[in-house]
């Protein structure tokens, strides 16, 4: 690594070399009630239990703590442009809010220990649920809210929840989204039906039927508990905070275990060395309470690090492309998050309206979620004049693995490079062959030496071997963590995520990865984003095949204009690749499919490719896109 970035690397060495003094040192960021007896105990890999015998609780954490020096701060903005509402909470409002919804969840029965399902849009209510819980020591898992009643059964199932806490409705694009409706045969086709069911009704869902005997009235039991004081329950560092299922991009989703202590000290520790953001200020993440993001940086992190949070209902482009930005102006967040999908939505739309308002209170962006293509990396980074930091992140760490450190050392940005490895993280790149390390600019797997830092999952819900078999068993030779994506370091020590390793495709022989051949076809000019998959061939065991989004629709106005178009996206790849990563054929598309957190169903797409049946879409953001692939690949 070039030798100029040395406090970062000073910094990053002693979190590996002295990982007890480093993370004591980090420890001091937050209240414990009692004090730990072992910053870590490694004795059983690879677990890892950080600040053993500490005790704490993330609410008084993200609250309580602040009430003597902030309890007039907006804690929370609840901003929909859904339902037409902007709301704030300052700390001492929000601390009364979570304080009678954990008098309701005690109400109902939930006690340390118990899980508790939120099933919610983003309203106030769902924040409010996670900290009651947190509260009072019962797990929360929240379920996207996009999720169908199978996906939502399941998750039941799973977790054995005493009680889910739910909605009559959501509102997508002015579209009502209905919950109440959806749980109710979620409940139905789960064998652990809940005893309970705690209803926000919104008024949205007219219609909504209230269970006789299950179902609860939020309004009516807050009504009861105006004035309840709900002390916190002081957990061991190592009992569990929550569980998220991830998000099944590749298979059957896992229950992601998080603890307290390790999770507290890392969110806290990263909004102050990561995305320097101080109390007082305010951060805005545009992701959903449903996502790991949503539980890191819309709720937990800027609140335990004492500063505004804003919770926003709503897409980027309604009522026009630039209502983030008028957010930006209107509440000044100095820190904000989002990720590369929605940089692209609005990439497409008019530049105009970034300029209408004034965004330079934001000092930095982060974006994370997909792998940031160089140009939008770099459009995104002159379109607000500032720090454009990608990083990489995963549901099963809940805060960056590869990353800038700025609160540590400002580095340069790389476009399309989420940096250096997060301290912390023993990051490797390791040779699928023989797990030996790979050099400079050799494509290896993304690996992690165990113990995990602080705030990473403890393990699979009620499944250690699971979390040892999926994670920690890719390198017979090595116990080590695998993120299942490739990357690759360049000689000044940034790294580049190359895509998912079961995204390889073998053309006659040649692993090519699909992410390479799709920034070799961005590389046309009017090409605003494309997807490859590999199809199955009888000769070369395995083609790449495009669908990409152009910018200039009439460049394909007709038949003959399409197939010089894809003639001229092949050129293109053949002079970036060679023709080894040619794919065999580009077809045209408007939109790609995608999950409603905005990564690409490339599983989906190589099955409709193949002929095969694509299986559970239920997430799926928008079914008319693979309507668009069904008709392309059927030359319609
Ligand atoms: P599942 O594990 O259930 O299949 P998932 O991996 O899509 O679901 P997440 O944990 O939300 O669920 O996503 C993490 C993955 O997203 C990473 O492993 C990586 O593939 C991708 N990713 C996240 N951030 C970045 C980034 N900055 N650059 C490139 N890829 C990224
Ligand atoms: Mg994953």
């Excluded at 995608?594 to 095969?612: F, I, N, Y």
């Amino acid at each position: 690594m070039a030798a100029e970035y040395n406090v970062y690397k000073a910094f990053h060495q002693r979190s590996i070399t002295d990982r007890e003094g480093f993370w004591a040192e980090q420890g001091q960021l937050i209240d414990w009630h009692k004090p730990w007896t072992k910053v870590l105990d490694y004795s059983r890999p690879p677990f890892a239990k950080w600040y053993v015998g500490g005790e704490t609780n993330l609410c008084h954490n993200a609250i309580d703590r602040h009430l003597d020096a902030r309890a007039d701060q907006k804690a929370l903005v609840y901003l929909s442009t859904e339902v037409d509402v902007e709301q704030a909470y300052t700390y001492r409002e929000l601390h009364a809010e979570v304080n009678r919804c954990a008098a309701i969840l005690q109400s109902l029965g939930v006690a340390k220990g118990d899980r508790v399902i939120i099933y919610m849009p983003m309203i106030p209510e769902a924040a409010f649920a996670m900290l009651a819980c947190a509260r009072i020591g019962a797990i929360h898992s929240v379920v996207f809210g996009g999720f169908a009643a199978s996906s939502l059964a399941a998750r039941i199932d799973d977790a054995k929840p005493k009680l889910v806490v739910s909605s009559d409705a959501g509102m997508r694009a002015g579209k009502a989204v209905p919950y109440k409706h959806l749980l109710d045969e979620a409940i139905r086709l789960s064998s652990f039906p809940p005893e309970k069911v705690l209803l926000v009704n919104r008024g949205i869902d007219k219609g909504m039927a209230m269970v006789a005997g299950r179902d609860e009235d939020y309004a009516e039991l807050r009504a009861r508990h105006m004035d309840a004081k709900v002390p916190v329950t002081w957990l061991e560092s190592n009992e569990p905070s929550y569980i998220l299922y991830t998000s099944g991009t590749t298979g059957k989703p896992k229950g992601v275990q998080r603890d307290v202590g390790g999770h507290a000290v890392a969110l806290t520790a990263s909004m102050k060395h990561i995305y320097c953001g101080a109390a007082g200020q305010t951060m805005f993440t545009t992701s959903d309470i449903g996502w790991v993001v949503g539980h890191s940086y819309i709720v937990y992190g800027p609140l335990l690090a004492g500063m505004t949070t804003i919770l926003y209902e709503g897409t980027p482009i309604r009522p026009d492309p630039g209502i983030w930005w008028k957010i930006v102006q209107d509440y000044k967040p100095t820190v904000m998050f989002s990720s590369p999908t929605a940089i692209r939505v609005l990439k497409k739309q008019d530049p105009a309206y970034l300029k209408k308002y004034d965004v330079s209170s934001i000092k930095m962006l982060f974006l994370a979620g997909e792998p940031l293509d160089e140009p939008t990396h770099r459009w995104i980074s002159d379109a607000l004049e500032i720090p454009v930091v990608d990083h990489y992140w995963q549901t099963e760490t809940g805060w960056p693995i590869l990353t800038a450190v700025p609160g540590i050392e400002k580095t340069p940005i790389k476009f399309g490079s989420p940096s250096f490895p997060a301290y912390g993280y023993d990051l490797k790149l390791l040779r699928e062959a023989d797990a030996s390390e790979a050099g400079p600019d050799e494509k290896a797997v993304v690996a992690i030496v165990p113990p995990l830092p602080p705030g990473v999952m403890s393990t699979v819900w009620g499944d250690d071997d699971r979390f040892v078999r999926t994670y920690f068993s890719t390198f017979s030779k090595k116990l080590v963590y695998s993120t299942f994506d490739w990357g690759i370091r360049d000689k000044d020590g940034y790294h580049f995520i190359l895509g998912r390793t079961d995204d390889v495709i073998n053309v006659a022989g040649h692993r090519l990865g699909t992410r390479e051949i799709e920034e070799a076809i961005q590389a046309h000019s009017n090409i605003a984003e494309v997807a490859v998959v590999g199809v199955a061939d009888a000769l070369k065991g395995q083609m790449p095949v495009a669908f990409a989004v152009v910018k200039d629709v009439s460049k394909i106005a007709t038949p003959a204009a399409r197939a010089a178009h894809e003639k001229e996206v092949m050129a293109t790849v053949d002079r970036q690749l060679g023709a080894i990563g040619r794919p065999a054929r580009v077809h045209f598309v408007t939109m790609l499919p995608k999950t409603r957190s905005g990564k690409m169903l490339r599983r989906t797409m190589q099955a409709l490719a193949e002929g095969r049946d694509p299986g559970d879409l239920t997430t799926i953001e928008d079914p008319t896109a693979l309507e668009q692939i069904r008709d392309a690949l059927a030359g319609r």
